[in-house]
Nanobody, 125 residues
Framework: EVQLQASGGGVVQVGGSLRLSCAAS????????IGWFRQAPGKGREGVSS????????FYADSVKGRFTISIDLAKDTVYLQMNNLRPEDTAVYYC??????????????????WGQGTLVTVSS
């Protein structure tokens, strides 16, 4: 059974930091593309950041560049999202997902095969 477990969410003040984790079970992060998406209440799901496990290439949404950093630990089958200088508009449920095949686009949700349950991030103002 293939599963993804997102964790690390919580409530933080504006300007604070959180580190999200995405752990895989039933398969290994190897030669795949892993993405973080988020969805705020009443809004659509948007791509936040993604990384290739084969060459460590990374992608970021303009809204998080310079504040968020994605990384991967293949030995632990875990992907991380370090979030700094958090803003109220970062409040959302964050999901990790895995894309098996090559794509020319980093944040097309329908191209990702496997999804975690999500973890809630709340930034208080």
């Amino acid at each position: 059974e293939v599963q993804l477990q997102a964790s690390g969410g919580g409530v933080v003040q504006v300007g604070g930091s959180l580190r999200l984790s995405c752990a895989a079970s039933g398969f290994s992060f190897d030669d795949y593309h892993i993405g973080w998406f988020r969805q705020a209440p009443g809004k659509g799901r948007e791509g936040v950041s993604s990384i290739s496990s084969s060459d460590d290439s990374t992608f970021y949404a303009d809204s998080v560049k310079g504040r968020f950093t994605i990384s991967i630990d293949l030995a632990k089958d875990t992907v991380y999202l370090q979030m700094n200088n958090l803003r109220p508009e970062d409040t959302a449920v964050y999901y990790c997902a895995v894309r098996v095949y090559h794509s020319d686009y980093p944040f097309l949700a329908y191209e990702y095969e496997y999804w975690g349950q999500g973890t809630l991030v709340t930034v208080s103002s």
